[in-house]
């Protein structure tokens, strides 16, 4: 086995225990300024039309359920693949602490698919932006899923109280369950699991902004709603091994297939967006071959 980048064995063995792990610190000081200024400037309209879609208010403003409030940053969900409209928020998938701690979990070749800043508005504005227990895999068509993770990087420290991530220990060993549109107000982008609205070994680790918390596809995980009078932005990076292969046809071309360490394979995930060619090394597939 090669030598470990960044984590200890205990941590890898935390991760394949528990279905997460904190990683310690991945971002600086400076960074974590920079990429809060630079989603602000975007939340703010500092973007190119065609990312509109990419800019995702919370669904109940979306819907016209509630009053946009006076600070667009108190309004906004999520900017859905940032990396494909914005060079400076897509230089996270290319951190290198934070890939070499994937690279110890999912191996050295690694292709970030999805990347998302998501906010939680603080509770003076009344919108409680809440995701139930659901498990990412069930978004995935590909696979195996052990080689899938997320990375979970928190802006603003975190915890319970700000709807921070609460998790289900060794979740990751069970099945990807029937997830369904939660119930009220309908948002095709947080299926949930109806038969585990809570669980008493649930876990709300408290996380330092720049930690990394990685964990498996399968793991269960919610975020509640922000109680404080503070934001609560994360960034979060979706990665799979470049071993992964397609299982069931893509139905939409979401999942920007971005080789952000080592190579990628042939009949393996496909990829589209390789944004440093410099810093990776890439055998592209024949035509014959496809
Ligand atoms: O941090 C959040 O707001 C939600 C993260 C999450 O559960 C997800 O993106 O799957």
Redesign the pocket.
């Known amino acids: 086995m090669s030598a470990l980048k960044r984590l200890s064995q205990d941590q890898i063995d935390e991760y394949w225990r528990n279905g997460f792990v904190n990683v310690g610190r991945v971002l600086s000081d400076d960074e974590i300024a920079a990429y809060k200024a630079r989603g602000r400037e975007v939340v703010l309209g500092d973007y190119p039309p065609e990312a509109e879609n990419r800019v995702m208010w919370d669904v109940r403003i979306a819907k016209g359920l509630v009053d946009k409030p006076e600070d667009p940053e108190h309004a906004i969900w999520k900017l859905f693949n940032p990396d494909r409209f914005d060079a400076a928020l897509g230089r996270f998938k290319f951190t290198p602490a934070l890939l070499d701690a994937v690279e110890d979990i999912i191996g050295h070749d690694i292709i970030a698919f999805l990347l998302?800043m998501?906010w939680?508005p603080p509770a003076a504005t009344g919108i409680e932006a809440v995701?139930h227990f659901?498990q990412?895999a069930f978004y995935f068509p590909f696979g195996p899923h052990d080689r899938i993770l997320?990375a979970?990087v928190p802006l603003d420290d975190a915890s319970e109280a700000n709807?921070g991530?609460t998790v289900i220990p060794g979740s990751h060993r069970w099945d990807v369950k029937t997830h369904k549109l939660p119930e009220g107000v309908e948002n095709a982008l947080t299926f949930c699991v109806d038969d585990v609205a809570d669980h008493p070994e649930a876990v709300s680790p408290e996380v330092k902004a720049g930690d990394a918390i990685l964990f498996h596809s399968h793991l269960f995980?919610?975020?509640g709603a922000n109680r404080t009078d503070g934001h609560r932005r994360?960034l979060?990076m979706h990665a799979a091994s470049a071993k992964c292969a397609m299982e069931t046809p893509l139905e939409h071309d979401e999942f920007g297939m971005s080789l952000v360490r080592g190579q990628s394979y042939d009949g393996c995930l496909n990829v589209g967006d390789l944004a440093d060619p410099a810093e990776v090394a890439m055998r592209r597939p024949s035509a014959e071959q496809y």
């Open positions: 998302m998501i939680k995701h659901h990412d997320a979970w709807g991530l995980h919610k975020t994360v979060t």
